[in-house]
T-cell receptor, first 112, second 114 residues
Framework: EAGVTQSPTHLIKTRGQQATLRCSPISGHTSVYWYQQALGLGLQFLLWYDEGEERNRGNFPPRFSGRQFPNYSSELNVNALELEDSALYLC???????????FGPGTRLTVL | AQSVTQPDIHITVSEGASLELRCNYS??????LFWYVQSPGQGLQLLLKYFSGDTLVQGIKGFEAEFKRSQSSFNLRKPSVHWSDAAEYFCAVGLNQAGTALIFGKGTTLSVSS
């Protein structure tokens, strides 16, 4: 069974640009979570999507947004990139009504 | 506020020696507890989880963890460490609700010496 997949593996952008990160959950999982792992800040919860809706978000500005598609895959968009957005972005998925989250390999975003 | 503390930032253990990584949590209710491992440049792999029942849980790769409610702890152990265990280990807590954001500790980096 395939795990959570993320693309791209690496992404390099400049300040002010937009970044789009993609995630495909484990087959059968309907919930998708996004976390940011920035140097020195640890793992911080960004967003939770379930059944196509944003259900919860962490303490991040609105320029962090996303969506979930009918096939449960998800996209994270970061607008107006800032240098401090450089981080590993991890996607996780879970079955409905459980909170065991399985993580993908991450997308390394570098903002120059 | 909920929090997870991993007191040890970095631990070095000799190959073949035993290992214990500490995790303490502060949570309003009985939490669900997890240990994840992250190899350099990789995502997180679930090692084990505790929801209820037996307070000693077994995980993958020979790891186990013990939930101690009185000490608000969930320490990870392994009787004999292998060089391939070198990685960063994260303790996390969550509620029994879908969509709950996991709260992670800052992580403990494990180095294994020969």
């Amino acid at each position: 069974e395939a795990g959570v997949t993320q693309s791209p593996t690496h992404l390099i952008k400049t300040r002010g640009q937009q970044a789009t990160l993609r995630c495909s959950p484990i087959s059968g999982h309907t919930s998708v979570y996004w976390y940011q792992q920035a140097l020195g800040l640890g793992l911080q919860f960004l967003l939770w999507y379930d059944e196509g809706e944003e259900r919860n978000r962490g303490n991040f500005p609105p320029r962090f947004s996303g969506r979930q598609f009918p096939n449960y895959s998800s996209e994270l968009n970061v607008n107006a990139l800032e240098l401090e957005d450089s981080a590993l972005y991890l996607c996780a998925s879970s079955l409905a009504n459980t909170d065991t989250q399985y993580f993908g390999p991450g997308t390394r975003l570098t903002v120059l | 506020a909920q929090s997870v503390t991993q007191p040890d930032i970095h631990i070095t253990v000799s190959e073949g020696a035993s290992l214990e990584l500490r995790c303490n949590y502060s949570y309003g209710a009985t939490p669900y507890l997890f240990w994840y491992v992250q190899s350099p440049g990789q995502g997180l792999q679930l090692l084990l989880k505790y929801f209820s029942g037996d307070t000693l849980v077994q995980g993958i790769k020979g790891f186990e963890a013990e939930f101690k409610r009185s000490q608000s702890s969930f320490n990870l152990r392994k009787p004999s460490v292998h060089w391939s265990d070198a990685a960063e280990y994260f303790c996390a807590v969550g509620l029994n609700q879908a969509g709950t954001a996991l709260i992670f500790g800052k992580g403990t980096t494990l180095s294994v010496s020969s």
